[in-house]
């Protein structure tokens, strides 16, 4: 039976991807942990979500998700090792998101103020995902600046991917009362 527990990262370090080890508060490791933070309670978002819609979308963005991490933990050393056995983040993908952004903001009826969270469980989740993956993509800028970010793409995806989150909690809402959703109730 294989333990859960290494006892390797107990010095405080932690293993990359293909080989390398380093600090639990090196860059890359914020940048895919902040990621999986998001990935976790996009779950979260769709246990609570009623919609099929809702949730496939989540599905889907789990998954790739998981590609950003494997891109961010491993060292650009090893990124063309990595490539032989993970997908990698392409335009295409954030394409997808960009039309899937488009088609929900033909479907919902947006509020001219702030949007206030806590509408609903699944929203609520849904935009705590939101603001992880900013963070992620804030963390993921300063592995650009340290010229630790192979694909650049990433960055356009995680921007997009925090985008789609927005419109996907005001999809989830669409058919609470506005008054509900924003900061001057219209």
């Known amino acids: 039976m294989v333990k859960i527990y290494t006892k390797r990262g107990d010095d405080g370090e932690t293993g990359l991807l293909y080989g390398g080890r380093v600090s639990k508060s090196d860059s890359r490791c914020e940048a895919y942990g902040t990621t999986d933070e998001a990935v976790s309670v996009l779950g979260l978002a769709r246990a609570f979500s009623q919609d ?19 891109e961010l933990a491993t060292s650009p ?51 705590t995902a939101r603001t992880l993956l900013r963070r992620a993509e804030r963390r993921t800028v300063a592995l650009m600046e340290a010229g630790l970010l192979v694909n650049q793409e990433i960055l356009r995806y995680l921007n997009r991917a925090a985008d789609l989150l927005f419109m996907l909690a005001r999809y989830e809402d669409r058919t609470l009362p506005l008054e509900r959703l924003s900061s001057n109730g219209k």
């Not at 099929?52 to 991490?69: A, N, Y």
């Open 77 to 127: 050393e090893k990124y063309e090792t990595m490539k032989v056995n993970f997908d990698v983040i392409t335009p295409d993908m954030t394409e997808r998101m960009e039309i899937l952004i488009d088609e929900l903001d033909q479907e919902i009826n947006l509020p001219r103020g702030f949007i206030i969270p806590g509408a609903s469980p699944a929203s609520s989740a849904i935009d």
């Open 52 to 70: 099929v819609k809702v949730k496939e979308t989540i599905w889907s963005l789990q998954q790739e998700l998981f590609t950003v991490g494997a």
